[in-house]
């Protein structure tokens, strides 16, 4: 389609719950293989923690659109699989810090490998002359949604 041409938002709306049916069934099984028994809700702290570095609860709250105590649950027991620690925070004495340790570093790359794995079965089947527009689309689309390029943070623990 043109690029000046008008896209109706309903008809981008559902392509964008189609192509999250396919991807959200991809998360699931990649999240089976997590080296770790992980819930979709932990293995979201992980990668937030991964992307963003160290956290103070209230802030991952924020992020995950969660209920501060609901976090602190989930920090718990995150912790006590040894996929993420706590600290004091060296500005705040009365802020705890949550970072992801490398046992949850690994889960996260475990679960990445299997995704990428069946995501590039699924864009070899995108015709190679429509990947281009498929690329700037699904950038725009994570840029939209605040999320952070994989490269941002991948970087310098490969």
């Known amino acids: ?3 000046h041409e008008p896209v109706d938002d309903e008809a981008l709306v559902s392509a964008v719950l189609l192509a999250s049916r396919a991807l959200v069934a991809i998360a699931a099984r990649s999240l089976a293989a997590a080296p770790a028994d992980v819930t979709l809700a932990q ?3 992980l990668v937030l923690l991964a992307s963003r570095g160290p956290h103070i609860p209230s802030a991952i709250a ?3 659109g969660a209920a501060p105590s609901s976090v602190t649950r989930l920090c718990d027991r995150l912790v006590a699989k040894g ?3 706590r ?3 060296t500005d705040n004495r009365r802020e705890v810090l949550a970072s992801i340790s490398p046992a949850g570093r690994r889960v996260v790359d475990a ?3 299997v995704r990428r794995s069946e995501i ?3 864009v070899r089947a995108v015709p190679p002359g429509r990947r281009a527009n498929v690329i700037e689309a699904l950038n ?3 840029s939209a949604a605040g999320e952070v390029p994989d490269p941002s943070w991948r970087l310098g623990w490969e």
Do not use: Q
């Open 83 to 85: 996929l993420i620690t």
């Open 111 to 113: 679960v990445t490998r």
């Open 43 to 45: 293995y979201r702290l």
């Open 140 to 142: 725009d689309l994570g």
């Open 1 to 3: 389609m043109p690029e």
């Open 120 to 122: 590039e079965r699924v």
């Open 62 to 64: 924020a992020d995950l």
């Open 87 to 89: 600290r004091a925070s």
